[in-house]
């Protein structure tokens, strides 16, 4: 496990992500989209009296749990939509352009000598790791690891020290390319600069349709422990007198995120909406236990627009992250890639590609993170107007679904609670039957909110987690459409 995410999980108290025993992770799958073909006859009837409404108002508040009363759910739903029609469009997924990828890296990167991550750290370096996992493993920062996180560490120190006998007493620093180099899975960008005010830029762009991974990740890291850029949403504790004042207002940085679209030629022709604005924070502050004057950054959340309705965002996390500063784990990395092409030699081994997403962060400095994934070629729009599942029968299906998709394993100890507090009508995508590589965008009824974790055991964590995706069903035929589960972290 790279470490940077292990301590970024331990930190959060993120147990589910782990250690055994502690809440359950939701069903996966729940309902499976087994046959497209038929959601699209059924988006294609005519609409009865029943489900013929020009404006949809909808109130749902109820409150209800499991038998053992580990499973707490609370709903405080409403929701009024206008008459819009809601289409299904038919995408497919691809990879960054090398024009693409100049774009970025003339506007981020300029000039700047870019330097290569990829090469085999020195004695030094080692044994620097060695030190700083010891640390984090006894717990020196204030964090407390669980038995399972111990063993990781352990592991990971032994295998260093096997590596210090043939690690290089000092490292030349070679040039990266600016353009794509081929891959064991793609193609990929990958480096970082020095900038003269002693501050560091990263971009990593991995184009991989198969197994599933097209990201770019672009950070202009406000100091050396600048590893991650996290949103408040998983960050709790912070209150607004802790944080150090702004200049810039939201709806400048508003404006400037939108600057940068058109500068890249992203957005030339509406192609994405502004979905929502997020505080992120560097954690570099917050694993520093800075408790005042702490620095944040507008977080400006951009998804795909289609007939003027902007679609759901993907990974629900918001977290990107990078391995400057930790130059044996980026080594070590390179390991994991040769796994995951063992992987892909399996034929049924697949990675869930993400709905894509742009998130840009900004600061009184500029733009200080871009975040580009799972871009996608739209193929042609399906249906123009769906039909769409009455409300009766939706209110049925949250009720139902959610018991089963939240239902704790036999091994959790803990009580799991859940309020349901927005509830939007929006396009989600799920995979065409048959097809690793082409989806459908659909109408999906998201019901976004909070979830606590009460731990009962020591051998597990609490969880908090804020606005987060709870569950996602198919306006259309009902099923439910999974929620991507990654961390987060890319880079």
Same mark, same amino acid.
């Given at each position: 496990?790279?470490?940077?995410?292990?301590?970024? &999980?331990?930190?959060?108290?993120?147990?589910?992500? &782990?250690?055994?025993?502690?809440?359950?992770?939701?069903?996966?799958?729940?309902?499976?989209?087994?046959?497209?073909?038929?959601?699209?006859?059924?988006?294609?009837?005519?609409?009865?009296?029943? /489900?013929n409404q020009k404006k949809i108002a909808f109130t749902y508040k109820d409150s209800f749990s499991n038998k053992l009363k580990t499973l707490k759910i609370n709903m405080d739903l409403k929701c009024e939509i206008p008459d819009m029609k809601y289409p299904i469009v038919r995408v497919k997924q691809r990879e960054f352009t090398q024009k693409e990828v100049d774009q970025v890296v003339n506007e981020l990167i300029g000039d700047s000598k870019f330097l290569k991550l990829d090469y085999e750290?020195?004695?030094?370096?080692?044994?620097?790791?060695?030190?700083? &996992?010891?640390?984090?493993? /006894?717990?020196?920062?204030?964090?407390?690891?669980?038995?399972?996180?111990?063993?990781?560490?352990?592991?990971?120190?032994?295998?260093?020290?096997?590596?210090?006998?043939?690690?290089?007493?000092?490292?030349?620093?070679?040039?990266?390319?600016?353009?794509?180099?081929?891959?064991?899975?793609?193609?990929?960008?990958?480096?970082?600069?020095?900038?003269?005010?002693?501050?560091?830029?990263? &971009?990593?762009?991995?184009?991989?349709?198969?197994?599933?991974?097209?990201?770019?990740?672009?950070?202009?890291?406000?100091?050396?422990?600048?590893?991650?850029?996290?949103?408040?949403?998983?960050?709790?504790?912070?209150?607004?007198?802790?944080?150090?004042?702004?200049k810039l207002t939201k709806e400048e940085a508003i404006k400037k995120a939108e600057e940068l679209l058109k500068k890249l030629h992203i957005n030339d022709h509406n192609e994405f909406g502004q979905y929502e604005v997020r505080i992120a924070y560097d954690m570099g502050n917050i694993y520093q236990g800075q408790k005042k004057d702490i620095p944040y950054y507008y977080m400006i959340i951009f998804t795909r627009n289609f007939h003027g309705i902007t679609s759901a965002y993907g990974d629900?996390?918001?977290?990107?992250?990078?391995?400057?500063?930790?130059?044996?784990?980026?080594?070590?990395?390179?390991?994991?890639?040769?796994?995951?092409?063992?992987?892909?030699?399996?034929?049924?081994?697949?990675?869930?590609?993400? !709905?894509?997403?742009?998130?840009?962060?900004?600061?009184?400095?500029?733009?200080?993170?871009?975040?580009?994934?799972?871009?996608?070629?739209?193929?042609?729009?399906?249906?123009?107007?769906?039909?769409?599942?009455?409300?009766?029968?939706?209110?049925?299906?949250?009720?139902?679904?959610?018991?089963?998709?939240?239902?704790?394993?036999?091994?959790?100890?803990?009580?799991?609670?859940?309020?349901?507090?927005?509830?939007?009508?929006?396009?989600? !995508?799920?995979?065409?039957?048959?097809?690793?590589?082409?989806?459908?965008?659909?109408?999906?009824? /998201?019901?976004?909110?909070?979830?606590?974790?009460?731990?009962?055991?020591?051998?597990?964590?609490?969880?908090?987690?804020?606005? !987060?995706?709870?569950?996602?069903? /198919?306006?259309?035929?009902?099923?439910?459409?999974?929620?991507?589960?990654?961390?987060?972290?890319?880079?």
């Amino acid at each position: 496990m790279d470490r940077k995410k292990l301590k970024v &999980l331990v930190m959060l108290g993120l147990c589910s992500a &782990l250690a055994t025993g502690c809440k359950a992770t939701p069903k996966e799958k729940t309902v499976v989209q087994k046959d497209t073909n038929k959601m699209i006859q059924k988006a294609e009837q005519k609409p009865t009296d029943e /489900n013929n409404q020009k404006k949809i108002a909808f109130t749902y508040k109820d409150s209800f749990s499991n038998k053992l009363k580990t499973l707490k759910i609370n709903m405080d739903l409403k929701c009024e939509i206008p008459d819009m029609k809601y289409p299904i469009v038919r995408v497919k997924q691809r990879e960054f352009t090398q024009k693409e990828v100049d774009q970025v890296v003339n506007e981020l990167i300029g000039d700047s000598k870019f330097l290569k991550l990829d090469y085999e750290p020195s004695k030094q370096q080692i044994q620097d790791e060695i030190i700083e &996992l010891k640390k984090d493993s /006894n717990g020196s920062d204030g964090t407390a690891f669980l038995s399972d996180d111990r063993n990781t560490v352990a592991k990971e120190i032994k295998l260093l020290k096997k590596m210090l006998a043939k690690a290089p007493d000092k490292v030349t620093k070679e040039e990266a390319s600016r353009k794509l180099v081929d891959t064991e899975s793609g193609t990929r960008v990958r480096g970082y600069t020095e900038e003269t005010n002693g501050r560091k830029k990263y &971009l990593d762009v991995e184009n991989g349709c198969i197994p599933g991974v097209v990201d770019l990740t672009y950070m202009y890291m406000p100091n050396a422990n600048s590893q991650t850029f996290m949103d408040e949403t998983h960050i709790g504790g912070i209150e607004e007198k802790q944080l150090k004042k702004m200049k810039l207002t939201k709806e400048e940085a508003i404006k400037k995120a939108e600057e940068l679209l058109k500068k890249l030629h992203i957005n030339d022709h509406n192609e994405f909406g502004q979905y929502e604005v997020r505080i992120a924070y560097d954690m570099g502050n917050i694993y520093q236990g800075q408790k005042k004057d702490i620095p944040y950054y507008y977080m400006i959340i951009f998804t795909r627009n289609f007939h003027g309705i902007t679609s759901a965002y993907g990974d629900q996390y918001f977290q990107i992250g990078n391995n400057v500063e930790r130059p044996v784990d980026n080594y070590l990395s390179l390991g994991d890639t040769k796994a995951q092409e063992e992987q892909k030699k399996d034929d049924s081994y697949t990675m869930d590609w993400d !709905r894509e997403t742009i998130s840009v962060y900004i600061g009184d400095e500029g733009v200080v993170g871009f975040h580009w994934t799972s871009p996608y070629k739209v193929q042609d729009t399906v249906v123009k107007s769906s039909n769409l599942l009455p409300m009766n029968k939706i209110k049925h299906i949250i009720k139902k679904m959610m018991l089963i998709r939240y239902e704790p394993s036999k091994n959790t100890h803990g009580t799991d609670e859940l309020f349901g507090t927005t509830m939007k009508l929006e396009l989600e !995508r799920v995979t065409e039957k048959d097809s690793k590589m082409q989806g459908l965008y659909v109408p999906t009824w /998201n019901i976004y909110g909070d979830e606590k974790f009460t731990a009962t055991s020591k051998d597990a964590g609490d969880l908090d987690m804020k606005n !987060r995706k709870l569950i996602s069903i /198919n306006a259309i035929d009902g099923s439910i459409i999974e929620i991507p589960t990654q961390d987060g972290c890319v880079g």
